[in-house]
């Protein structure tokens, strides 16, 4: 099992910036994806960006590109979102996921969200 909690949501005004923090624990995350995920309100869950822990390789959906960065602390064994830019319709409830090996398929362990609200 790995367990995984999400700290750093917040209310912030368009253009301005904000990181997201998932701490994972239970166990080694050296083989796993890291993603963040979000969900606004009346809309489906959507992917924003994924790392493979081991390759510190990343992945971004495209309305993110430019203005969001993933990364891994092997210290703290916590995934990054640093979120700058931002807009209103960037307002959701964040999630942070796991699961082994590559970032495409099925998420298998998921924190309780944390909520990103951008004021226009």
């Known amino acids: 099992q790995v367990q995984l909690v999400e700290s750093g949501g917040g209310l912030v005004q368009a253009g301005g910036s904000l990181r997201l923090s998932c701490a994972a624990s239970?166990?080694?995350?050296?083989?796993?994806?890291m993603a963040w995920f979000r969900q606004a309100p009346g809309k489906e869950r959507e992917f924003v960006a994924a790392?493979?822990?081991?390759?510190?390789?990343?992945y971004y959906a495209d309305f993110v590109k430019g203005r969001f960065t993933i990364s891994r602390n092997n210290r703290k064994n916590t995934v990054d979102l640093q979120m700058n830019s931002l807009r209103p319709e960037d307002t959701a409830v964040y999630y942070c996921?796991?699961?082994?090996?590559?970032?495409?398929?099925?998420?298998?362990?998921w924190g309780q969200g944390t909520q990103v609200t951008v004021s226009s």
């Open positions: 996921a796991a699961r082994q090996g590559v970032p495409d398929g099925h998420y298998d362990y």
């Open positions: 239970g166990r080694t995350v050296s083989n796993y994806s």
């Open positions: 790392i493979r822990w081991i390759y510190g390789s990343t």
